[in-house]
């Protein structure tokens, strides 16, 4: 089994980049299922999410290459299966964004129920919600969601809660409906956005995204195009977060600022010095840390997805700080790592309760998901001695060459292969 190894503590500095946006990226590939043509999509992250919804638009018929570093060229012209089988599904969670968009496309799709991160329930009552709506009939039998309609209309959908996948699959089965529909209360993230911005540049008419209401005008097809994806803003806030937690100085580079000031601010209000350029972000994290306190909860607000990794900036703050997980039912399994690395933390309910200032020390832990995995690489480069890091093919889903990015800011981090 794969580990990465940290000797710490290192106080890392110097520059790196960000790579295109996991959660966008994981959408957008198989909305190109609902483009007759070739898409060419440019910072494409090499990450193995995205390895797995290659494997299955190949598996489907699709054509796809990658004709540079980063840019990969996607053509579902000749596509007639309508199928996810559970093999590929099982493995990632945004495997459900093929119900949508195969929905739209054909007016049926099967998708076994997605794996993915284990963060507590994770229903999909509001994607099939959405997809009734629109007029398509949906079972959930033998582990596969069904969806079959003989035509998708345009509908008013009010999701009852804020849904990043929820929306999206909203988004891609309305597409190509006949008739307007209109989406409310959805989820604002950058990420939903760069799909809207992807459908549209291949022809969709899509508006609102990024707001409480998107408007969706159905179209008869949509063409090819090229299009960039955005910047990772948790990549970005995870680098930032071990600037900090290490009281480092590193220059993020390739980030939309815009994006990250829900986690600028937080840095900031403990202490920590950020400054914005157009696409890049210094953080000097030399001075101490105070003590904050945080409640995740849908973007603009501070994301589920850098709370693992802020709880480590927290163990060097001075004082007592809190965290209050507003999505997950289950996200603080990653916590009983750093305690036996050394860490004051104790978790009641959706709140942990961390006490920064004591020494961490290496040991051997697990990555528990994708974001805590983030976290143990940052603890392992602040306790002292050897860190060791089993369950690493979580972290492998979503971060392209952490382990060399961390080296080129004087990290002692490798990978161990076997
Ligand atoms: C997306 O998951 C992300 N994954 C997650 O990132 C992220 O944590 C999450 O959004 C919140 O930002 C991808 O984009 C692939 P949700 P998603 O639907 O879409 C409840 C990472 O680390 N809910 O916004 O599955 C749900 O239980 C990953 O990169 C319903 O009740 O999340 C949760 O409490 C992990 N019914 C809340 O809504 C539904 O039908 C938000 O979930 C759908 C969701």
Redesign the pocket.
């Known amino acids: 089994m794969d580990r990465i190894v940290v000797n710490g503590p290192c106080c890392l500095n110097g520059e790196v980049e960000i790579t295109g946006g ?2 966008a990226i ?2 957008i590939l198989p909305a190109a299922m609902l483009v007759d043509g070739v898409c060419r999509i440019e910072n494409v992250p090499d990450i193995s999410d995205v390895e797995c919804i290659i494997s299955i638009l190949k598996a489907m018929g699709a054509k796809v290459e990658r004709v540079e570093s980063g840019t990969v060229e996607v053509d579902c012209s000749h596509v007639t299966s309508t199928e996810v089988p559970y093999e590929y599904a099982r493995k990632f ?2 495997s459900y964004y093929f119900l949508g968009a195969l929905l739209g496309r054909f007016g049926k799709a099967t998708v076994a129920m997605p794996g ?2 284990h ?9 099939i919600k959405a997809f009734e709506q629109l007029g398509a009939q949906v079972e959930v039998a033998r582990g596969d969601v069904i969806c079959r309609a003989k035509r998708l209309t345009g509908a008013d959908i009010y999701l009852d ?6 929306t999206i699959n909203a988004m891609l089965a309305a597409t190509k409906a006949e008739g307007l529909t209109v989406i409310e209360n959805v ?1 604002k ?1 950058p ?1 939903i956005v760069d799909v809207a911005n992807f459908l549209n540049s291949m022809g969709a008419n899509i508006r609102g995204a990024g707001t409480d209401v998107i408007k969706v005008q159905g179209v008869g097809a949509l063409r090819g195009g090229s299009y960039a994806v955005i910047p990772d803003q ?1 990549e970005a806030g995870t680098y930032m977060a071990a600037a900090a937690a290490t009281g480092g100085k590193v220059l993020v580079k390739n980030v939309i600022p815009k994006h990250m000031e829900c986690i600028t601010a937080k840095l900031e209000e403990m202490g920590v010095s950020v400054t914005e350029f157009d696409d890049s972000i210094l953080i000097d994290g030399t001075a101490s840390l105070k003590k904050t306190n945080i409640k995740t909860m ?1 973007y603009p607000g501070f ?3 850098m709370q693992p990794q802020m709880a480590t900036v927290m163990l060097r703050a001075e004082g007592t700080s809190k965290i209050n997980e507003g ?3 289950s996200r603080f399994k990653y916590t009983e790592e750093l305690i036996r690395m050394g860490a004051d933390i104790s978790v009641s309910g959706k709140v942990a309760t961390i006490t920064g200032g004591k020494e961490l020390l290496g040991a051997p832990v697990r990555a528990c ?3 805590a995995g983030a976290a143990m690489v940052i603890a392992g480069l602040m306790a002292k001695g050897t860190t060791t890091i089993e369950d690493i093919d979580h972290i492998r889903r ?1 971060y392209e060459r952490i382990v060399e990015k961390f080296q080129g800011l004087g990290a002692d981090i490798t990978l161990i292969k076997g």
């Open positions: 996991k959660n994981v959408a969670r945004a993915g991160c963060l507590g329930a994770r229903p999909m009552d509001q994607h809660m804020v849904s990043v996948g929820a989820a993230e990420h948790i849908p994301p589920t997805d999505v997950w039912d998901d994708l974001r979503g």
